[in-house]
């Protein structure tokens, strides 16, 4: 049996580890666009910072490679897939043959769409060699502009200001975090940022970058100019689905899969940010492109590739950073305002806040500033559905521990497998 893999992030990793549960001796391919071994995204902001190496980035060493018989084929990239011929086709033309293929992609970042953004100066914030030009350009910078006011664009925006540039984030909605927190928890985080150095401006979007060759400055739709030397892109991300056009994969805002994380082709199977699986919660369709999201589908598709069968639950979406020490983790369906019931704890002026979201007294979303301790568990209240009628009123509290809920969260046995709902590494990984 010959699995392949396409994508070498959180998604293809963690694939590999899935089918070597199942399947010790299966030849497994792994195809990377990167130059890059798989490595967390997530902690770039770190690199950038400096407090953490290239090399530590990585997520396994070569010995897992070794280990688990994983041929690791990185700088190409899969043009297309020929379900027919059960065959990718490569960017250097060569040809490889799979029984079982898994389609981990990811997403690229959106661009701005106007005049002036290939000009040297402007980046996105999703690679180490996004990070390596960025760090090229800091020599001769003093400003930075951040286009979006998502995840992405604040840790962008922080790890610059940790390396001594001025910071102004640039967003067009009322609020950072717009799909992400409530107007509550975003004023919090807004006013720790400004009180940190950060300006954050809203209801502002650039309509054109200037100069010659390099970012100098931008003009705005209100017809400000800004100087700076630097703009960071972070207005989100599109599924990466070139390699399946021309073939019948399904798709709709991503590929679709079933609760298996397979394909309209039985020998292909999708997961991570390309994927559109379903929403825990509301069971709705979505694209959860998130790194908790992608480990689990990628070990979900792995052991299901090597004929297991184990369902994949549904995505929750899940955001977790830490800026100038105040730590930050949302989950779920944090913005409902309607047809439920708001518990929250809320110490503005020390930039502690917890918010519960609850419909018929099932937890469906919460936010913590500051204090994060045990953010874990309410994530397993949430995906277990657990009833807690008799329990709300006291969410957030500190004796509130996995001891009083415990037999409600017995039923959650693909959740306790893999992650104890006591930790919180589950989201700063």
């Known amino acids: 049996m010959h699995y392949v893999i396409i994508g070498g992030c959180a998604a293809g990793l963690n694939a590999i580890e899935g089918i070597r549960k199942i399947d010790q001796s299966g030849e497994i ?34 010995s897992f490679y070794k280990k688990n018989n994983v041929n690791l084929i990185l700088e190409k990239e899969v043009k297309k897939i020929l379900p027919d011929e059960k065959k990718v086709y490569l960017s250097d033309k060569e040809k490889i043959s799979y029984d079982k293929i898994l389609i981990a992609t990811g997403s690229s970042p959106k661009k701005l769409g106007i005049k002036g953004e ?46 001594g540039l001025e910071v102004e984030i640039i967003i067009k ?39 010659n060759k390099e970012m100098e400055e931008v003009l705005f739709d209100n017809g400000e100019k800004i100087k700076a030397q630097i703009g960071i892109v972070g207005k989100g991300v599109s599924p990466n689905l070139s390699v399946i056009e021309n073939t019948d994969i399904k798709t709709h805002w991503g590929i679709i899969v079933d609760d298996y994380l397979r394909t309209s082709n039985d020998d292909i199977f999708s997961a991570g940010d390309v994927t559109e699986t379903k929403d825990l919660i509301t069971g709705n369709p979505t694209i959860t492109a998130l790194w908790l999201s992608a480990q689990e589908q990628g070990k979900t598709a792995g052991i299901n590739m090597a004929g297991g069968k184990k369902k994949y639950p549904g995505s929750i979406g899940a955001n977790a950073a830490e800026f100038f020490g105040l730590p930050f983790i949302s989950f779920g369906k944090t913005r409902e305002t309607e047809n439920v019931e708001i518990k929250e704890i809320c110490d503005e ?36 559905k657990s009833n807690l009628e008799n329990y709300k009123n006291i969410l957030g509290k500190e004796w509130f521990n996995y001891g009083k809920v415990r037999e409600l969260l017995e039923k959650d046995e693909g959740f306790r497998e893999s992650i104890s709902p006591e930790g919180n590494n589950i989201f700063f990984t």
């Open 349 to 384: 002026k020390n930039y502690i806040y917890k918010r519960f979201v609850l419909k018929n007294n099932i937890l469906i979303g919460a936010v913590f500033i500051g204090d994060v301790k045990s953010a874990g568990l309410y994530m397993s209240l949430i995906r277990s």
């Open 29 to 62: 391919t792994l195809i990377s666009k990167e130059k890059y071994p798989p490595y967390a995204r997530c902690l770039i902001t770190n690199y950038l910072i400096g407090t953490h190496s290239e090399k530590s980035l990585y997520l396994r060493d070569n």
């Open 118 to 163: 290939e000009k040297e100066g402007i980046s996105v914030f999703r690679t180490i060699d996004d990070v390596k030009k960025i760090l090229q350009r800091i020599e001769k910078s003093k400003k930075v502009l951040v286009f979006g006011g998502g995840l992405i664009g604040l840790k962008a925006g922080y790890s610059l200001k940790k390396k």
């Open 173 to 211: 909605s009322p609020q950072i975090l717009s799909q992400v927190v409530d107007k509550k928890s975003a004023k919090i985080l807004s006013n720790w940022l400004n009180e940190n150095g950060i300006k954050i401006r809203t209801g502002l979007e650039p309509v054109e970058i200037l100069g």
